[in-house]
């Protein structure tokens, strides 16, 4: 069972376009929704993340905007560049058995043609 | 410089060989993870850890083995029970207190594994 899922799959934009990556959740005692970056051959790495309480985080170009009615997160890349071409990655975690684990989305490729 | 080191890069396993990864880190993190990473699945979870001489089975653990002996370590065995072993493993360290800090992941640079 897939607990986070992810759409699209993969995406192209162009120079200075909006990606929009979306994400829908089903377990309720998820409290911390953090998004990676991972660039090929490399690990990921935590790019932006927020908690329930908030409806939207911005941090310079990246925005996750947050509707817990809707069991859904976005992030919204503004102004996208080349060098954000890689795979992202939606997360979500909480006490799940006693523990805190990750639990993350397929992933989409992002490739911004210059 | 902080950060989790693994090694190799890339590995090799031959038909009925076990294979060990490595995975260190300088974090002083409690809690260690291993993740499988295959096109289009995402990350998913093999095992993890949250202290010293303590694991537990994430959602894809058998044909895997671990062991946690000390903090700053956590190497992955695939043994030769794993048949599809191709993908690429991540290892991954977090605080296991505090409000978000014990939320937060950090990941190694990964290795390759393929089979002969």
């Known amino acids: 069972q897939q607990q986070v899922k992810q759409s699209p799959q993969s995406l192209i934009v162009q120079k200075g376009g909006i990606s929009i990556i979306n994400c829908a959740y089903e377990n309720t005692a998820f409290d911390y929704f953090p998004w990676y970056q991972q660039f090929p051959g490399k690990g990921p790495a935590l790019l932006i993340a927020?908690?329930?309480?908030?409806s939207e985080k911005k941090e310079g170009r990246f925005t996750i905007s947050f509707n817990k009615s809707a069991k859904q997160f976005s992030l919204h890349i503004m102004d996208s560049q080349p060098g954000d071409s890689a795979t992202y990655f939606c997360?979500?975690?909480?006490?799940?058995?006693?523990?805190?684990?990750?639990?993350f989305g397929k992933g989409m490729k992002l490739t911004v043609n210059p | 410089d902080g950060g989790i080191t693994q090694s190799p890069k890339y590995l090799f396993r031959k038909e009925g060989q076990n294979v060990t990864l490595s995975c260190e880190q300088n974090l002083n993190h409690d809690a260690m993870y291993w993740y499988r990473q295959d096109p289009g699945q995402g990350l998913r979870l093999i095992y993890y850890s949250q202290i010293v001489n303590d694991f537990q089975k994430g959602d894809i653990a058998e044909g895997y083995s671990v062991s946690r002996e000390k903090k700053e370590s956590f190497p992955l065995t695939v043994t030769s029970a794993q048949k599809n072993p191709t993908a690429f493993y991540l290892c991954?360290?977090?605080?296991?207190?505090?409000?978000?800090?014990?939320?937060?992941?950090?990941f190694g640079a990964g290795t390759r594994l393929s089979v002969l």
């Open positions: 927020i908690r329930p309480d908030v």
């Open positions: 997360a979500a975690s909480g006490a799940q058995g006693g523990s805190e684990k990750l639990v």
């Open positions: 991954a360290s977090s605080r296991t207190s505090g409000p978000i800090a014990k939320n937060i992941q950090y």
